[in-house]
């Protein structure tokens, strides 16, 4: 039996707007709160949306954040996968180091959507555009 | 959504409500660094009690915001930052440093008090 | 790391079809046998002294729902109805003292008493035992690696929770005075407990309204530079709430991470011992505290 919450809570939203940046990370903490994650992990949870969303829209321009659950025996994650067809990251380890930005200010973004999630890979070419896949683990809320 | 701001004699109030866009807190900053400019205020206060979640660009544009205000003669103080959102806040490195915070409100106008009072500088 | 759900690869040398209908024919014999193989196994649990943490009665009722369950789920091939059973068997039996090696124990007892009562069965027929063996076996691995998922599974979320509740209290924050708090931090502090610490922390200083937040790591034998950070970012983040704090206890060698890992120590406060950082707080309170020694004495 494949779980029936899975398939109901996975939801895709376009970044296009800075509105829908709101909206993504409205729905990662709706996903988090699902998981029984405390308020603060939602609320970093969200945090690591809201940066990668902005992302797309600063570089890219459009592209989707796609969230869901995932389970694996005892725990349970959410899933962030964040797809772009912007020009691509030329050189990674630079845009992953804390505080790079080539739009500067603070630029935390990806170095920081990083420390915040426990899993975080990154594919990106030039030219190619941007995925990013990242999740959170909390120990499994079993049905009662 | 245009956030609501309240002159309080000497000090300009703005209560965010709900989830602000980027778009929305760009032109909360440049809605009170014109009041600042227009009232000649001495101090405002920025609650964000409502805020459920304060990223890279919300810090940058409130720290934008606080120096632009300090440059027309005003102290600014962020009010009301969210237990968890200061906790994500931190891990995120987003520390808001060099602008003043305090807990809610009263603690706002208390700080703004004592500032304006000895006519203290923030560096 | 969760034990990972082992699949026995089905021995496909008999089509499905007949493989199903010789399922039937041993749920059939594993229904109608269903008094003496249950005794049987129940003998058996009481021999190899396992469950001596449940009496007699008890053992033969839970033997019985686990009898039926393991039947079903041979009969049904689906294995769900035995995963909420065995977690609710487990939910049971762990307050009981019940451990992981007797509930194998038992699970394959079972299968032990099974097989041999389908060797009793068809031992004249030696191609059929082997079919029928072919289709029982695959089956009953997979239950028994359910039954014992379950129950570690179980085993696992019920620590947690212990270690949840420990951690809670093992992190007083103190009220001492209106506006002033007091962490003291005792032990060994692992990441975890390091945010749990701050989350604590943090909802007390809203909670309280406080201003002042001492915290005291006298108590701390060690920090790495994971839970150093874990401790400058709790100062940050009061901060954020518009508190100081004060840090206490600092053992050289924690001022020593701290400065590795890149703190300022100049820009956090830090007073010798707890005595003084409350103290201190007052002062920032703007409370003057005045020595026993020096209040005017009733003659």
Known sequence: ?144 | ?123 | MAARKVETPAQQQVPIGETSQLLRELVAHLRQNRTQLREEWARRITRAQLLTAMTEAEIFAEATSVYDNYVEALATGTFEALQAYARNLSERIIPRGVETHEVVGIVLLLRDVLARSLFAKYHEDFNKLNRILDAYEPAANRIANTVAVGFVQERERVIRQQQEAIRELSTPVLQVRERLLILPIIGVIDPQRARQLTEQLLRAIRANRAKVVVIDITGVAAMDSHVANHLVQTVEAARLLGATVIVTGLSPEIAQTLVTIGVDLSEMATVGDLQGGIEEAERLLGYTVIPLSEIPQKS
Do not use: C
């Open chain 1, 1 to 144: 039996m494949s779980d029936p919450i899975e398939a109901v809570m996975a939801s895709e939203v376009t970044i296009a707007s800075d509105v829908d940046v709101v909206t993504a990370r409205q729905r990662g903490r709706e996903l988090a709160a699902e998981l029984t994650f405390s308020r603060g992990d939602q609320t970093v949870i969200a945090a690591a949306i809201s940066e990668i969303a902005r992302n797309i829209l600063t570089y890219a321009g459009r592209g989707t954040v796609r969230m869901s659950i995932k389970h694996d025996g005892d725990r349970s994650a959410v899933v962030v996968v964040a797809r772009d067809d912007g020009p691509g990251i030329a050189d990674i380890t630079l845009a992953m180091r804390d505080g790079y930005s080539t739009s500067g200010g603070l630029g935390v973004g990806l170095g920081g959507a990083r420390q915040l999630m426990d899993e975080f890979e990154l594919i990106s070419a030039v030219g190619e555009g941007t995925t990013i896949t990242m999740r959170k683990w909390h120990p499994r809320v079993h049905a009662r």
């Open chain 2, 1 to 123: 959504m245009e956030v609501p701001i309240l002159k309080q004699g000497d000090y300009l109030i703005a209560s965010i409500q709900s989830a602000l866009t980027d778009a929305d807190l760009t032109q909360l900053r440049e809605s009170l660094g014109e009041r600042v400019g227009r009232f000649r205020s001495r101090g405002v206060i920025v609650d964000v009690t409502a805020v459920d979640v304060m990223d890279s660009f919300a810090v940058r544009t409130l720290r934008d915001l606080a120096h632009t205000t300090w440059l027309r003669g005003a102290e600014t103080v962020i009010v009301g930052i969210q237990p968890d959102v200061a906790f994500a806040m931190v891990q995120l490195g987003l520390t808001l440093k060099g602008v003043a915070t305090a807990l809610d409100l009263e603690e706002g106008l208390a700080f703004l008090d004592s500032q304006v009072k000895h006519r203290r500088r923030r560096v």
